[in-house]
Each structure stands twice: as C-alpha cells, then as structure tokens.
C-alpha cells in the first residue's frame, strides 16, 4: 500500500506579500551603504521607509509600527554584522 503525496500550498494575503517585498527592497537599499550597521542616521532613515511602507493599508498604531521597524533594522543589523 503505498500512500498518495499531495503537494503542499499554502495561500498568501497578496496585499502582505506586496508589502513584505517593499520592505525587503527598502532595507536592500540601505543595506548596500558602506558602514550602515554603524551609522545611526541611516538606520533611522531605514525605520522611517520601512515604517511609510507598513503603514500603507495597515492598522497598527504608531508605537507598533516603531517597535517593528526598530526590531526589523537590529535582526538586519546582526545578521550582516
């Protein structure tokens, strides 16, 4: 007896996944600048574009919208440090 594979699919928000690549083009962008981790302007010109593009259609509040663009800029930060 042998068991049938079925392929696995999962279903995305498109509005979510829209957004997420547009936060990912945006921390590309300032991720290519020399000295980035180091530099505290660019991060916070990296939250400020990142907090613009998750806010378009969301409805978090702008202490969470803080919060996570301050959390996505230091996973970025130690990941390429």
């Not at 613009?52 to 130690?78: I, N």
């Amino acid at each position: 007896m042998r068991e049938e594979r079925t392929g696995f699919r999962a279903s995305f928000d498109d509005t979510l996944k829209a957004t997420a690549t547009r936060v990912e083009a945006v921390m590309k962008q300032y991720q290519g600048i020399i000295d980035w981790q180091s530099n505290f302007e660019i991060q916070r010109q990296m939250r400020r574009d990142i907090k613009r593009e998750l806010r378009a259609g969301s409805t978090l509040t702008e202490e969470e919208l803080d919060d996570l663009a301050r959390q996505m800029v230091e996973v970025a930060r130690r990941r390429s440090g």
